[in-house]
């Protein structure tokens, strides 16, 4: 099989061809080093690369353990690189951190040690900004992620780099996660999917259990059904994280569209003219949304009886709180705190300011908003908001200092359009809503009610069959 069309696969399909012998691990494994040869230099999505000879060793190791005893799980054979947040033993991860350049963990995250047991094989990682904060993957370790469709513009994070690697056929599927909007950023940025579950959904760590989180792991893919097959890999109860959900995932390996017609969704679009947007990203996501509204679904824009300046004050105050807390290990120290990058400083600072009283009061609106969305959802099945603000800027900036006339007074402002969707705690994705005059893309998020995972892998499976998005390769694949 020639290399371009094992690159080209889908993961479900490359998958049953490496469990039915018609194509081997070691010849899916060259194909993506040569992939990965040709087009990292680029775009630099993935980062510390192992050894290709120990790969293809894998690979061949991977082929006689298929003939011997059959398949280890779902993703047998399939090469992987993992977000460079998460341990891998024996991988360097560095969180994209001076601090980390040369940390080799011992032992794997939780969902990292699913992936290899579910047959994955993994190659290295994918890069991150430093701290994995901020949504442009750049940083002084690796330097910056470029986008897949224009390597001058950025790639999108923190998961850029396995947005990029994906949609680069680098890769058939990417692993992420989500804080805000960390899946559905760089996915909207490089024409892929990305899923952020419900908290609970995937395990995730176990350092600290019990207090609430923001941060959730979730699948990135070109198509809905391969966006399954990873969620059913990563999600499932684990004891070490008592809230994780009980529910057999492997439901969600196999999404099957859903009938459009009669679909409501509730268009949130700007929130009444609060969030600002770049001219042009509206109108995609307002096309998309007719894609669906042609299928017979209902679309109807919607105004949330809420202060969206109190969803991003509740949201900011948590996220100091919790990355704040994260990082001051490193802060106190005043030869390390050189090393961290201004907006790690300022978080930990913020955070310093913040008394319990303080961060029990963000909770409460936030828990305010939820019983809002929750309201809504007696109204509309999904809610919709384009998935970023801007389109993918260039590659030496740190981050948009304006939008459309207004300044952003932090580093993350300009991402406030996902934080209504990460503070819900509801599960959001990013579909495919198309491409600027430029050939830049953008994302539509769609916003279910608790874990209604489900639901939004047969909606997207929908609007794949539609529109074919999964279908479109970027420039330097074309031909």
């Given at each position: 099989?020639?290399?371009?069309?094992?690159?080209?696969?889908?993961?479900?399909?490359?998958?049953?061809?490496?469990?039915?012998?018609?194509?081997?691990?070691?010849?899916?494994?060259?194909?993506?080093?040569?992939?990965?040869?040709?087009?990292?230099?680029?775009?630099?999505?993935?980062?510390?690369?192992?050894?290709?000879?120990?790969?293809?060793?894998?690979?061949?190791?991977?082929?006689?353990?298929?003939?011997?005893?059959?398949?280890?799980?779902?993703?047998?054979?399939?090469?992987?690189?993992?977000?460079?947040?998460?341990?891998?033993?024996?991988?360097?991860?560095?969180?994209?951190?001076?601090?980390?350049?040369?940390?080799?963990?011992?032992?794997?995250?939780?969902?990292?040690?699913?992936?290899?047991?579910?047959?994955?094989?993994?190659?290295?990682?994918?890069?991150?900004?430093?701290?994995?904060?901020?949504?442009?993957?750049?940083?002084?370790?690796?330097?910056?992620?470029?986008?897949?469709?224009?390597?001058?513009?950025?790639?999108?994070?923190?998961?850029?780099?396995?947005?990029?690697?994906?949609?680069?056929?680098?890769?058939?599927?990417?692993?992420?996660?989500?804080?805000?909007?960390?899946?559905?950023?760089?996915?909207?940025?490089?024409?892929?999917?990305?899923?952020?579950?419900?908290?609970?959904?995937?395990?995730?760590?176990?350092?600290?259990?019990?207090?609430?989180?923001?941060?959730?792991?979730?699948?990135?893919?070109?198509?809905?059904?391969?966006?399954?097959?990873?969620?059913?890999?990563?999600?499932?109860?684990?004891?070490?994280?008592?809230?994780?959900?009980?529910?057999?995932?492997?439901?969600?390996?196999?999404?099957?569209?859903?009938?459009?017609?009669?679909?409501?969704?509730?268009?949130?679009?700007?929130?009444?003219?609060?969030?600002?947007?770049?001219?042009?990203?509206?109108?995609?996501?307002?096309?998309?949304?007719?894609?669906?509204?042609?299928?017979?679904?209902?679309?109807?824009?919607?105004?949330?009886?809420?202060?969206?300046?109190?969803?991003?004050?509740?949201?900011?105050?948590?996220?100091?709180?919790?990355?704040?807390?994260?990082?001051?290990?490193?802060?106190?120290?005043?030869?390390?705190?050189?090393?961290?990058?201004?907006?790690?400083?300022?978080?930990?600072?913020?955070?310093?300011?913040?008394?319990?009283?303080?961060?029990?009061?963000?909770?409460?609106?936030?828990?305010?908003?939820?019983?809002?969305?929750?309201?809504?959802?007696?109204?509309?099945?999904v809610l919709a908001m384009p998935a970023a603000q801007v389109f993918p800027f260039a590659a030496e900036e740190t981050w948009p200092r304006a939008i459309g006339g207004r300044a952003m007074?932090?580093?993350?402002?300009?991402?406030?359009?996902?934080?209504?969707?990460?503070?819900?705690?509801?599960?959001?994705?990013?579909?495919?809503?198309?491409?600027?005059?430029?050939?830049?893309?953008?994302?539509?998020?769609?916003?279910?009610?608790?874990?209604?995972?489900?639901?939004?892998?047969?909606?997207?499976?929908?609007?794949?069959?539609?529109?074919?998005?999964?279908?479109?390769?970027?420039?330097?694949?074309?031909?």
């Amino acid at each position: 099989m020639p290399s371009t069309d094992l690159v080209t696969m889908r993961a479900t399909d490359l998958a049953r061809a490496i469990r039915d012998r018609a194509v081997s691990a070691r010849e899916v494994m060259q194909a993506h080093l040569d992939q990965i040869a040709r087009h990292n230099p680029a775009v630099n999505a993935i980062v510390s690369l192992r050894d290709p000879d120990a790969l293809l060793a894998e690979a061949e190791a991977a082929d006689r353990e298929l003939k011997e005893r059959g398949p280890r799980g779902p993703l047998h054979g399939l090469p992987h690189a993992v977000k460079d947040l998460s341990a891998t033993a024996g991988i360097r991860t560095t969180h994209g951190s001076p601090l980390f350049r040369d940390t080799v963990p011992e032992v794997d995250a939780l969902h990292v040690a699913r992936l290899r047991a579910a047959g994955a094989l993994l190659i290295g990682k994918t890069n991150v900004p430093e701290f994995g904060l901020g949504s442009h993957s750049t940083n002084p370790v690796f330097g910056p992620t470029r986008n897949a469709y224009d390597p001058r513009k950025a790639g999108g994070g923190s998961s850029g780099g396995a947005g990029v690697a994906l949609a680069m056929r680098m890769v058939p599927l990417a692993d992420g996660s989500d804080h805000g909007g960390s899946l559905r950023n760089p996915a909207a940025w490089n024409n892929v999917l990305g899923l952020r579950p419900a908290a609970g959904r995937i395990p995730n760590g176990t350092e600290e259990v019990f207090l609430p989180q923001l941060g959730v792991l979730g699948p990135m893919a070109r198509c809905t059904e391969d966006l399954g097959l990873l969620l059913s890999v990563q999600a499932g109860y684990d004891p070490r994280t008592p809230t994780a959900f009980r529910e057999d995932p492997a439901a969600f390996a196999a999404p099957r569209p859903r009938e459009l017609k009669g679909l409501r969704i509730g268009w949130i679009g700007d929130f009444g003219g609060h969030l600002p947007f770049e001219p042009g990203v509206l109108d995609l996501c307002e096309d998309a949304l007719r894609v669906f509204s042609g299928e017979g679904a209902a679309v109807e824009p919607v105004l949330p009886a809420f202060d969206p300046e109190a969803i991003w004050q509740s949201w900011t105050r948590l996220r100091q709180w919790i990355i704040g807390a994260t990082l001051a290990v490193h802060w106190r120290d005043p030869e390390t705190r050189a090393r961290m990058r201004p907006e790690a400083v300022w978080e930990v600072e913020q955070g310093q300011g913040l008394s319990a009283f303080d961060v029990h009061a963000a909770s409460v609106t936030r828990t305010a908003w939820y019983h809002c969305v929750r309201d809504l959802f007696t109204h509309f099945d999904v809610l919709a908001m384009p998935a970023a603000q801007v389109f993918p800027f260039a590659a030496e900036e740190t981050w948009p200092r304006a939008i459309g006339g207004r300044a952003m007074d932090t580093y993350h402002r300009w991402m406030e359009v996902v934080v209504p969707g990460t503070l819900s705690g509801c599960p959001v994705i990013s579909l495919p809503a198309g491409f600027s005059a430029a050939g830049l893309p953008m994302g539509l998020q769609l916003i279910a009610p608790n874990r209604g995972e489900a639901e939004l892998l047969a909606i997207a499976s929908a609007y794949e069959a539609v529109t074919g998005f999964d279908r479109v390769l970027p420039p330097a694949l074309r031909g």
